[in-house]
């Protein structure tokens, strides 16, 4: 069996536009296991508000950097960690440029090359995913953390994370070219994006993993 991480923020997760959480079943993880089968086990790791390597004060223990090794350790062995993270990295309180985004994912990346595997388990290979942008119009959703230089930068998100893919020699996939951010909140997925993300997700994998 394969073993998959996907780790992630409130788009892993499954925050529903409407409120909520999608259910098992419609997330974009479990229709990725659904596609895969049953010689693959996809776990999800997804938290809202998550970052790759931002403190925030509004939220505890959102800094992806500290809750990755933990991760990695819990779920050994690993063949695969999927990595779709730095839509919180825009929020307007960290400043973040188009190049600290591509070094927040670099320091990802860099974290689990470097993490002490040990012998019995060798080091998983990693799939980048650019998240889905975020709309304009989301200085005016629930979530008031975001500007509308959030949905600017976002437009920069796959090509920042394909050069991290590059620098890196993973797998790279951009979200957005098959799932997009709801105009309810202009930052989540609706069910049929996560249902097309989940699908498209499939053949890359097994592309990695034989």
Known sequence: MKHIL??????????????????????????LQNELGAQYRVIEEGLGGRTT?????????R???????????THKPLDLVIVMLGTNDTKHRFGATARDLA??????VCAVERHPWGPAYPAPKVL????????????????????????????RFAEMDRRVAEA????FFDAASVACASETD????DAE??????????????????
Not at 103 to 108: E, T
Not at 186 to 189: N, R
């Open 186 to 189: 202009c930052l989540h997925m």
């Open 63 to 73: 800094r992806g950097l500290d809750a990755l090794p933990a991760c990695l350790e």
């Open 6 to 31: 996907c780790f992630g923020d409130s788009n892993t997760f499954g925050s529903n536009p409407l409120g909520g959480r999608h259910p098992w079943g419609v997330r974009w993880t479990s229709v």
């Open 128 to 155: 980048i995913v650019s998240p889905v942008l975020i709309r304009e119009g989301v200085s005016g959703s629930p979530f008031g953390s975001f500007t509308e230089e959030a949905a600017a930068l976002s437009h």
């Open 103 to 108: 070094s927040g994912l670099d320091r990802i």
């Open 193 to 210: 994006s996560h249902a097309a993300l989940g699908k498209a997700l499939a053949a890359p994998v097994r592309s990695l993993l034989g």
């Open 168 to 171: 890196h020699g993973c797998a």
């Open 53 to 61: 390597v931002y403190d925030d004060e509004m939220g505890d223990d």
